[in-house]
């Protein structure tokens, strides 16, 4: 049963997640600042999804609405390289 739980770990996908964004805030020329006003939440909120160190959790909704700002497809931030 311990390998089931392994295989269910997606911390390198919400790192990945948080690299993708951060690529197309920077691309989109926006501020972490700048991203979290527009998306309703803290700087330091963006700050820890895009940290590569922190494995932060991130909502459906919070994915679709940083995508709308940042005129990306969702997909885009899901494309993982591993």
């Known amino acids: 049963m311990e390998n089931m739980n392994n295989s269910l770990d ?45 494995v932060r959790k991130i909502s459906m909704d919070l994915l679709f609405n940083i995508a709308a700002v940042l005129k990306v497809e969702v997909y885009k931030l899901l494309l993982f390289k591993r």
């Open 10 to 54: 997606h911390s390198d996908k919400y790192i990945e997640i948080g690299y993708n964004i951060a690529y197309y805030r920077k691309h989109a020329k926006l501020t972490q600042e700048q991203l979290a006003e527009m998306v309703g939440i803290s700087r330091s909120h963006i700050s820890a999804i895009e940290a590569p160190n922190i």
